[in-house]
């Protein structure tokens, strides 16, 4: 199934997270800090734990726009072949507990509110920041995908954004060897003709 969202960013990357998986680690590592990136990166082996165990997926660091999301389980890439601006080499992985996966700005975990996300309000509630897709419950192994529409010279309204290829899998992707901060999320020349 495709699941379609949009997301304006106002800081340079975005995070995906299950409210429930999430709510879990945080109870469990006992964190009481509500700004949630100061404290991974204070402490960088709980935000590491955090995404080995697939309870945040962030996607930094791009650039503050509006960005088209497209959530797809069925192991093909949706979009068309021209508009493919790369396919991400990581198998990243993400947990589903509730069946509910939010996609913020980093603000959101910048000042976090579990009470919010856990009890999401609908779109004409919320600023554009955010936004939520439901997904089969378990754990998957997350490939990325970059597109744009190169062909459209409108640069402030053309496609561009990311395709998240969804596979359900028994055990969550490792991440052994990878470094998260070496990613490269941006979609090259994203505000060029």
Sequence with gaps: ????????????????????TLAAFI????????????Y????????????????LLPI??????????????????????????GVLEVVLPLKISSGTLI????????????DYYLNFPPPEERLGLDAEVRLQAGNHA?????????QDA????????YEFLLQPVASLPAMAGIDIDAIPYAIDRLMQE
């Design 142 to 150: 997350v490939r990325v995908v970059k597109f744009i529409d190169r």
């Design 40 to 55: 991974f990166n204070d402490y960088p082996q709980m935000g590491d734990a955090a995404i080995r165990q697939g309870c």
């Design 154 to 161: 409108d640069i402030e309204h053309r496609a561009c954004g």
């Design 27 to 38: 109870e469990e590592q006992q964190i009481t800090a509500t700004d949630l990136l100061q």
């Design 60 to 85: 930094y660091t791009i650039p503050t726009w509006d960005y088209e999301l497209v959530f797809n389980d069925t192991g093909t890439i949706s979009r068309p072949a021209n508009l493919v601006d």
């Design 103 to 114: 996609v913020t700005d980093l603000l959101g975990i910048m000042d976090f509110d579990l």
């Design 1 to 20: 199934m495709l699941q379609h969202q949009k997301i304006t960013l106002e800081t340079p990357g975005m995070v995906l997270f299950d409210p429930a």
